[in-house]
Structure formats: C-alpha cells, structure tokens
C-alpha cells in the first residue's frame, strides 16, 4: 500500500492540495509531514486565532 502525502494550499481563494510525497508505511507518511512544518511552529490550540 502508498500513502500520498498531501497538505492544502491556497491559491488567491481558492483551496486545493499539493503533494509533498509518496510512502510505504504511515510512520514515513507521518515524519514526511513533519518534515515540511515550519522549524518555528508553535503548539496546537483550541479555538481561534486572536490578534
């Protein structure tokens, strides 16, 4: 089985997705996404953004 490594990208409003690879197990799938997560990324939180 190949898992497809997709993440969303907007492109002037409209969503749509782009690949970031192709792998055989979802441990790969999982640390090619991290792979791509900005080196600065804050934690996950509920809610929404506040500025």
Known sequence: M?????TP???????????LGETT????AVSLAISHLPADIGPAVAGGYEE
Do not use: F, L
């Not at 990208?9 to 690949?19: D, F, K, L, S, Y």
């Not at 197990?25 to 790969?28: D, I, L």
């Open 9 to 19: 990208t907007n492109n002037i409003g409209r969503w749509r997705t782009a690949v």
């Open 25 to 28: 197990a979802a441990e790969e």
């Open 2 to 6: 190949t898992n497809c490594v997709t």
